[in-house]
């Protein structure tokens, strides 16, 4: 006889494959639907990884927890997220998912999104009250994470809602130095256009400019002094 928990790990499988029609047997034969695997994924966070929105409609309908979280604190929105799946996400909300809710590294949502710059994500997010100027461990902000990652439209629906364009995290880093280090001239031009702080300075002293003359970027450097910077 099939065990529970082999009815478990059937489900993970057929969430992740989209099998809907074997989902529901499994479910109705007694599958857990919060059974996890290795890392702690529950049906529901494999069928938001994959953006499978039928199977989350049956899992949800089944009652799986919308606010179940794998071994580093991550949960099912914080990867429909990161995959930009609006309408998975909207069913998670519709369920009551924490749409401020942080993993072990204190990285939300909205962070998860903007990391991989999808805009649409970023943007119902912030419709439904996500805050744009959350932190994570290391003083990350949602602004951070798209602007290191040059995700220039994604920055400016964040700066659009009123992120900190002069936040800085534990370093003292802001996001215009991290455009900056990365060498993303467009994302330098829209921070600047934004009101970033072209002289703030991080730790040691370390400017944006010098960042930029120390990657040999004399198109960013060119730009930083046109916007008054000095040091």
């Known amino acids: 006889m099939e065990s529970t928990s082999d009815k478990g790990r059937e489900l993970i499988d057929a969430a992740e494959k989209g099998d809907?029609?074997?989902?529901?047997?499994?479910?109705?034969?007694?599958?857990?639907v919060e059974a996890t695997d290795t890392g702690g994924w529950t049906p529901l966070m494999v069928a938001a990884q994959a953006g499978r929105t039928e199977m989350i409609r049956l899992l949800l309908a089944a009652g799986a927890d919308v606010d179940a979280r794998d071994d580093f604190e991550v949960t099912p929105l914080m990867v429909a997220s990161s995959g930009g799946f609006t309408d998975i996400m909207q069913?998670?909300?519709?369920?009551?998912?924490?749409?401020?809710?942080?993993?072990?590294?204190?990285?939300?949502?909205?962070?998860?999104?903007?990391?991989?710059?999808?805009?649409?994500?970023?943007?119902?997010?912030?419709?439904?009250?996500?805050?744009?100027?959350?932190?994570?461990?290391?003083?990350?902000?949602?602004?951070?994470?798209?602007?290191?990652?040059g995700h220039v439209e994604t920055a400016k629906v964040l700066m659009e809602a009123r992120?900190?364009?002069?936040?800085?995290?534990t370093n003292g880093l802001t996001a215009l130095m991290l455009a900056v280090m990365m060498g993303h001239v467009e994302m330098v031009r829209a921070l600047i256009a934004a009101g970033a702080?072209?002289?703030?300075?991080?730790?040691?002293?370390?400017?944006?400019?010098?960042?930029?003359?120390?990657?040999g970027r004399e198109d960013i450097a060119r730009l930083l002094?046109?916007?008054?910077?000095t040091g």
Do not use: C, Q
Not at 20 to 32: F, P, Q, T
Not at 163 to 169: E, I
Not at 197 to 215: Q, S
Not at 225 to 229: F, I, K, N, W
């Open 20 to 32: 809907v029609a074997g989902a529901s047997v499994l479910i109705a034969a007694g599958a857990d």
């Open 91 to 149: 069913m998670l909300f519709e369920e009551g998912a924490d749409l401020n809710d942080v993993d072990e590294n204190g990285t939300t949502p909205l962070m998860w999104a903007a990391t991989e710059g999808h805009v649409e994500a970023v943007r119902t997010l912030i419709e439904r009250g996500a805050d744009v100027n959350a932190r994570s461990v290391s003083g990350y902000t949602a602004l951070m994470d798209a602007s290191g990652k």
């Open 163 to 169: 992120a900190d364009v002069n936040a800085k995290d």
């Open 197 to 215: 702080d072209v002289n703030a300075t991080g730790e040691g002293g370390y400017t944006a400019l010098m960042g930029a003359l120390g990657k």
């Open 225 to 229: 002094r046109e916007a008054g910077a």
